[in-house]
């Protein structure tokens, strides 16, 4: 591998091997690599939604107070190495090229034993996990699971502190279907003796992680229990709320992030804030966490990617996802006409996605897009029972909108995250 495209190439062939959750193959690799994950002073989030936005909320606030901070998440929304950041700042091409050459001969090796084949994702965890301890060393690595959390690829990391944002049903044919089975594979992350911040909701899930933290000696933060957040107002420019919990409190809390979920996923990446603070002596005051706060992006959810007419991404794409998205369309929008147009994957609850969206979308209108599992538009619209229209292509179907668009309307553009991620091309 010469090339930047060469070593993408190799690192997307590597997708023939599907997903094989187990952590055999990561412990192998990088073991012959000198284990660098146990360098890392690491953060670790699992959680069916919220991941993305708690990594960034997270990640800001450290910036703020001056820290370097480094991020490993998915899927990517503009570009591959986006994956791997510093400081927000993907890893450039020739970075991404020198760490596939290292990391190609392990994986080669691990192949030929009784381990087999790597999968894609192992293998850019293990160029993270190599980068962040060996090439370019921070002082903070957040790790965003895959899927799951005890059998996903990055948890080999032994952290500082665990995050599980919530458990909602996805990936249910390879997770489990009932929220004990979810929430035993996210809460694989938890620790012996690392703290775990907890923003489940479900009685029978926090069930399950306390009968976990007791045996393992885990300290738990669980909201609404050890820590609360108050939603004070929603405005154009985002969400006003307090928050308080014996570590510390912040009486005036603004997000530029729209939502009541986004207010959630603040509150814990609070939580871990006041944590390190209190604990790991985190040097931060309250200017700084709220600077970070308020600087918090994180395209694809919930993003205006155009004004009169407004246009917004995100990346609904699931039941739960959906729910999120509704209710911040209601809070923000109450008296526009709302159309939605609305892309998924083939392993996606639609039965359930489809009623949601009727709910609160005056027109609905079901697409596709290129890619291996994205389903057609008519499959879609079998459980839809309102009135709606379906487009092959995806880009006709938003020249059509637009085109007959006024002020007092709001365009959703969602589903699938690798679809908001082509969409997003064609505005920004």
């Not at 993408?8 to 412990?27: N, T, Y």
């Not at 000198?34 to 919220?50: D, F, K, V, Y």
């Not at 959390?149 to 990391?157: A, K």
């Amino acid at each position: 591998m010469n090339t930047y495209e060469e070593a993408l190439h190799w690192i997307h062939s590597q997708l023939k091997f599907g997903i094989k959750p187990g952590l055999e193959r990561m412990a192998y690799m990088l073991e012959k690599l000198g284990n660098p994950e146990r360098r890392l002073q690491a953060i670790h989030i699992a959680g069916t939604n919220g991941k993305g936005s708690t990594v960034s909320y997270i990640r800001q606030m450290l910036q703020e107070a001056n820290y370097e901070v480094g991020t490993f998440t998915s899927p990517y929304i503009e570009q591959f190495n986006e994956r791997i950041s510093v400081n927000g700042t993907p890893i450039s091409d020739q970075e991404m090229l020198e760490l596939a050459q290292i990391i190609r001969p392990v994986v080669e090796e691990t192949r030929e034993t009784e381990h087999g084949d790597v999968t894609e994702f192992e293998i850019i965890t293990v160029m993270a996990m190599y980068y962040f301890a060996k090439v370019h060393p921070v002082d903070y690595v957040i790790f965003e699971t895959g899927m799951g959390g005890r059998l996903d690829s990055t948890n080999v990391i032994h952290p500082l502190l665990t995050i599980i944002t919530n458990v909602g049903f996805d990936h249910t044919e390879i997770l489990g279907d009932t929220v004990e089975a979810l929430t035993f594979e996210k809460a694989g992350i938890m620790k012996p003796g690392v703290p775990a911040i907890i923003g489940v909701k479900q009685a029978e899930g926090l069930d399950l992680i306390g009968n976990i933290a007791e045996e393992k000696r885990i300290p738990l933060y669980v909201a609404k229990q050890d820590f609360s957040v108050e939603h004070m107002r929603s405005s154009v420019e985002g969400e006003e709320f307090s928050f308080s919990s014996a570590l510390g409190t912040l009486q005036d809390g603004r997000i530029a992030m729209k939502g009541i979920h986004q207010v959630e996923n603040a509150s814990l990446a609070l939580m871990a804030i006041y944590y390190l603070k209190a604990y790991r002596a985190l040097d931060i005051d309250e200017e700084q966490i709220k600077r970070g706060l308020l600087k918090t992006k994180w395209i694809g959810r919930f993003e205006t990617v155009k004004q009169h007419p407004t246009v917004i991404i995100d990346g609904a794409h699931n039941p739960e996802g959906i729910d999120s998205l509704a209710q911040t369309v209601q809070s923000h929008y109450p008296d526009k006409k709302i159309t939605v147009l609305f892309s998924a994957l083939g392993d996606k609850k639609l039965h359930e996605m489809v009623p949601k969206l009727e709910k609160f979308a005056d027109q609905l209108i079901f697409t596709t897009f290129d890619y291996p599992r994205a389903v057609h538009p008519n499959i879609m619209a079998q459980h839809a029972k309102l009135e709606h229209q379906t487009y092959e292509n995806y880009q006709e179907a938003i020249e059509q909108v637009l085109h007959n668009m006024t002020d007092n309307e709001v365009f959703i553009i969602t589903g699938s995250l690798y679809f908001i991620s082509l969409v997003r091309k064609l505005f920004v």
